[in-house]
């Protein structure tokens, strides 16, 4: 029987919650150690020649992939056809530090993906000391974005978002990243219309301190997944459920044959993220001006709660783009 979608209601996900729901025949060992000292988890599964190497809440404060991601271990650890044709590693929260604090660095107060060429964490060294080791055929770089993501000029909210990251400032399409586009795009054309529409394309821009662009850089194909929020879903249940699909399109879509010839082109077709989304907002008539106010997180009695900003004037002229929740 599988606990999918039954685990984790709630953002809030620090280790010892995750670590304790875990099955205890699962192999999991520690890779490294955080700044203060705890260990950081990798899950092994499969024996195939494939090898997929994933890892979660990099940003302390974004749980979502995370629990999309047990969600999707649950669904496979049983699937003997598929764990002889694949192996999977999967870190589980490369920032337990975060995870507990519910922030987004390190204890360090260190952004671990701004990180990939210092190398100046534990956290980082240990995940670049396994990946050299591993030797993974594909990564997936798994992340929550803030509700402020909308698709394109349209007035949807980005629920989901991909990208295969850029190996050079010229965003060059090397073998490495064309073979990302290939799955991203086989993973597009999986979902129905309705959440087309609410997927977006994150931007390509080259930045070397990044994980996904340091591994594409070094020919490894990455694919990062930015899981955002469905409506008023603030404990993201509806993207949690996206994130566990898209993990298993996945998986389906480096599996098969070489690239599509239309690949590339369905890539691009998918809107890039713009910034357009409010939590409240409306138009003041008085002023002629569109307010919107945007949510922000905090950590309480472990729980995440959400609270008002202050109102700010928009663009009168681009209301036709803006996203309120209410």
């Known amino acids: 029987m599988t606990k999918a979608f039954s685990c984790f209601p709630y953002r809030y996900l620090?280790?010892?919650?995750?670590?304790?729901?875990?099955?205890?025949?699962?192999?999991?060992?520690?890779?490294?150690?955080?700044?203060?000292?705890?260990s950081i988890y990798c899950l092994r599964l499969g024996t195939g020649?494939?090898?997929?190497?994933?890892?979660?809440?990099?940003?302390?404060?974004?749980?979502?992939?995370?629990?999309?991601?047990?969600d999707f271990i649950e669904r496979i650890k049983g699937d003997q056809q598929l764990l002889r044709q694949c192996s999977f590693a999967f870190i589980l929260q490369l920032n337990p530090d975060g995870a507990f604090r519910y922030t987004r660095e390190n204890a360090n107060k260190v952004d671990l993906n701004r990180d990939a060429l210092d190398v100046s964490q534990p956290e980082t060294k240990a995940f670049m000391d396994f990946f050299e080791a591993y030797a993974p055929d594909l990564c997936l770089n798994l992340h929550d974005q803030r509700t402020r993501f909308t698709v394109g000029a349209t007035k949807k909210e980005a629920a989901l978002s991909f990208l295969a990251p850029s190996a050079d400032n010229a965003r060059t399409f090397t073998k490495a990243r064309i073979e990302a586009i290939r799955v991203i795009s086989y993973v597009y054309l999986q979902f129905n219309r309705s959440v087309q529409s609410r997927i977006g394309r994150f931007d390509d821009s080259f930045n070397a301190q990044c994980f996904g662009d340091y591994l594409t850089q070094k020919g490894v194909p990455t694919i990062l997944v930015e899981a955002g929020q469905w409506?008023?879903?603030?404990?993201?249940?509806?993207?949690?459920?996206?994130?566990?699909?898209?993990?298993?399109?996945?998986?389906?879509?480096?599996?098969?044959?070489?690239?599509?010839?239309?690949?590339?082109?369905?890539?691009?077709?998918?809107?890039?993220?713009?910034?357009?989304?409010?939590?409240?907002?409306?138009?003041?008539?008085?002023?002629?001006?569109?307010?919107?106010?945007?949510?922000?997180?905090?950590?309480?009695?472990?729980?995440?709660?959400?609270?008002?900003?202050?109102?700010?004037?928009?663009?009168?002229?681009?209301?036709?783009?803006?996203?309120?929740?209410?």
């Open 14 to 38: 620090p280790q010892d919650i995750l670590m304790e729901a875990l099955d205890n025949e699962l192999e999991c060992v520690s890779i490294g150690q955080s700044v203060e000292g705890r």
């Open 49 to 70: 020649s494939k090898k997929i190497l994933g890892w979660s809440q990099m940003h302390g404060n974004e749980t979502t992939t995370t629990r999309g991601l047990f």
């Open 231 to 326: 409506g008023s879903d603030y404990d993201r249940v509806i993207s949690r459920r996206l994130v566990y699909e898209t993990l298993q399109h996945i998986v389906e879509g480096f599996c098969k044959a070489p690239l599509e010839t239309d690949a590339l082109e369905t890539y691009l077709s998918i809107p890039e993220n713009t910034q357009y989304g409010y939590d409240l907002g409306y138009f003041d008539p008085t002023t002629q001006y569109w307010l919107g106010m945007r949510y922000s997180e905090h950590l309480q009695d472990e729980a995440v709660v959400f609270r008002e900003e202050s109102f700010e004037k928009l663009d009168p002229t681009a209301n036709d783009f803006y996203y309120f929740r209410g």
